[in-house]
């Protein structure tokens, strides 16, 4: 598993992302071009994007020019994610969200 960059100044560590394991998601998208935006959150939330479970939001951390925050995957499912600023504003992918599938060995297909 290794690192992937995606739009929006968005980058995954590890990808895909395994249920139980670390991952690091760091931030450098538009949110962070407003001046007076910090802090920045990201928000999770597991399974369809219309009906998200397990959301929560998570402080990021400035580093440089961009903000990092790491979280453990707590389910197998899709894995949703968004940015939201101090101000309250949203960099939600123009509502697409970022989405990946969670990595599982104790997937069942019975």
């Known amino acids: 598993m290794a690192r992937a960059d995606l739009p929006g100044g968005v980058t995954v560590d590890p990808m895909p992302p395994g249920v139980g394991e670390k991952v690091v998601v760091t931030y450098s998208g538009k949110l962070t071009q407003e001046q007076g935006s910090a802090p920045i959150n990201l928000m999770i939330g597991y399974g369809p994007k219309d009906q998200m479970f397990g959301q929560r939001e998570i402080p990021m951390h400035r580093e440089g020019d961009h903000y990092t925050a790491s979280f453990v995957v ?37």
């Open 74 to 110: 707590d389910t197998s499912d899709t894995l949703n994610f968004a940015f939201k600023d101090a101000h309250g504003h949203i960099d939600d992918n123009n509502q697409q969200y970022w989405s990946m599938a969670t990595n599982s060995n104790n997937l069942s297909y019975a």
